[in-house]
């Protein structure tokens, strides 16, 4: 019987389209290659993807890391081969509890390598797997770290940019975005350090280590990413920003790279940005009943301010792009300034400051007001020009969107006035303070039911009238495959939405302290964070644990 190809059960596991597979395919006639490795090379998909479907083609098991790390250099040396050689042909074998010789390379059906496997073990059965190409590198630098095939820090720029062009470094980072895209990350860590190099990945908001290189490996992985995002691969006493969009998992991803210097080599942030979203939908970020109608009359507004706030990473602008398609009717003009555009609207002009040369959110606002805006988003009100513009383009008849970093919706007015905007200029033109955060969503698959919290009685209070008589819905984070183990899949926002009243605006006015605009809204029955984020854990949506770990008391 014919073994399927592996592009056909790819294609049948949807793990790839047809274009990819034919990308592919023209690529190995014009340089050669393995399929899968090629695949993987163009962003097609991830090693983690393509080794299940390989490892049923070839009836060739996956290997566990674990097995391949403990290989020691002793049992080889006395084979007679050098280590060199093993090394250099990115083999490695040893001898299983039942006598076979087990066999992992970079290159497995290589005919020549399992013909000098052969002669090294004649007579013997021989046990081939398949490796991850990291635990593999892993395991080859620890059998002898003093054959480093990687950069040494005097290297020169043709160098580094020689290094930067080799398959496997290609094929390296092309699988670590795959991978990291396919692990739903938004953020990849490269942090050098004496010895090691760590990869890390952030996903849902939270840095998980993914697995670490020997050091030596990372001047050659820095200085790729470098190459393909525009920045100066010799440079390395300077921090760098660039860019690129790549084709990653069959998605098409942006991608913004940061490098900082630090003591041990470059950190780099590679921060994913896929091109391809979901519709932007109010009712899709996990807004309440309440706060929904609330927030979606106040972008109805004709003028005046609506702020979001919070720190970086809480889905501020996801918010502001929501609210810019609720009110992109195409019957008024939409105007944004953000710095960077994260993400391209249809029928929005976006305008993309550059303060290197001068372009700042304030001079992008005059050119703005020229442009005959009904909706103005300001990427964030930065500094005092920028908040005293965007007060008078909400007074001259504009709706203005924009973010602020504080802690909680109410300090904005106090940070505005710290600015140095007049209070009376701050109590008129803002209609609405948002503040946000982001917290994990149980795994559907997993969450368990969890007995209620000694303060239940104190939260239920808490809660908003139709929901105190519902029944709760507990749970917690156990773990599970689908979940990566973390009990958490997805992230939802929590909200504390003030709309400024008029008793509000009389203790604005006054520039009251902090704590006499919290007792007012208090007062008002407004919900906080914290209560917020009460009634999804109530609801079963997060667990209280999440709940504590994101908002203050």
Request: hydrophobic share 45%.
């Amino acid at each position: 019987m014919i073994s399927p190809r592996l592009g056909e059960l790819l294609l049948a596991r949807e793990l790839i389209n047809t274009a990819d597979l034919d990308k592919a395919l023209l690529l190995q006639q014009q340089i050669g290659g393995r399929l899968g490795a090629l695949l993987i090379r163009i962003g097609a998909l991830s090693e983690d993807s393509l080794l299940p479907v390989l490892a049923e083609q070839l009836e060739m098991p996956l290997l566990d890391a674990d097995e391949l790390l403990t290989l020691g250099s002793a049992w080889l040396e006395q084979t007679g081969v050098e280590l060199n050689w093993w090394i250099d042909q990115e083999v490695l074998a040893w001898e299983t509890g039942s006598g076979a010789i087990r066999c992992v390379a970079r290159d497995p059906l290589n005919p020549a390598l399992s013909e000098a496997i052969e002669r090294i073990f004649p007579g013997r059965a021989l046990e081939w797997r398949l490796a991850r190409s990291h635990d593999l590198e892993r395991a080859l630098d620890l059998l002898s770290r003093s054959n480093a095939a990687f950069l040494s820090g005097d290297a020169t720029v043709a160098h580094l940019r020689e290094l930067a062009e080799e398959a496997p470094v290609i094929e390296f980072v092309n699988n670590l975005l795959s991978q990291a895209f396919e692990a739903r990350a938004s953020d990849i860590h490269i942090e050098p350090e004496e010895t090691v190099c760590m990869v890390r990945y952030r996903i849902d908001g939270i840095l998980y280590t993914r697995f670490n290189l020997p050091r030596d490996r990372f001047n050659a992985i820095a200085s790729r990413i470098k190459l393909i995002s525009g920045m100066d691969i010799a440079e390395r006493r300077l921090p760098q920003d660039g860019r690129l969009g790549a084709r990653v998992s069959g998605s098409e991803v942006d991608i913004r790279v940061s490098a900082l210097p630090g003591v041990h080599g470059e950190s780099i942030v590679m921060r994913l940005l896929p091109k391809e979203r979901q519709d932007y939908r109010l009712d899709r970020l996990g807004l309440e009943d309440d706060h929904l109608e609330l927030l979606s009359r106040l972008i109805q507004e004709p003028h005046g301010i609506l702020l979001v706030t919070g720190p970086t990473g809480s889905g501020k602008s996801t918010t502001l792009y929501a609210a810019l398609e609720a009110v992109n009717d195409r019957k008024r003009k939409v105007i944004t300034v953000e710095d960077p555009v994260e993400y391209q609207l249809a029928g929005i002009t976006q305008i993309q400051a550059h303060a290197e040369i001068g372009y700042t959110f304030a001079r992008a606002l005059r050119a703005i007001l020229r442009q005959d805006p009904d909706i103005i988003m300001i990427g964030e009100i930065r500094d005092q020009e920028t908040a005293e513009i965007a007060v008078q383009a909400s007074l001259t008849g504009h709706l203005v969107l924009s973010t602020l970093h504080t802690n909680d919706a109410l300090s904005a007015f106090t940070r505005l006035i710290d600015m140095g905007v007049e209070p009376f200029l701050v109590a008129t033109p803002i209609r609405a303070v948002m503040a946000q955060r982001l917290v994990r969503r149980l795994c559907p698959a997993c969450a368990a039911p969890v007995a209620a919290p000694a303060f239940s009685a104190e939260i239920q209070q808490a809660l908003p009238p139709a929901w105190r008589d519902a029944a709760p819905q507990w749970r917690q984070a156990v773990g599970c495959p689908a979940c990566q183990g973390t009990g958490y899949r997805g992230r939802v926002g929590i909200y504390e939405l003030v709309e400024v009243s008029p008793p509000l605006q009389t203790l604005i006015l006054k520039a009251a302290p902090l704590e006499e605009l919290r007792e007012l809204t208090r007062q008002q029955g407004w919900r906080s964070l914290r209560g917020d984020g009460f009634l999804k854990a109530w609801q079963g949506r997060t667990s209280l644990d999440e709940v504590l770990r994101v908002t203050a008391q």
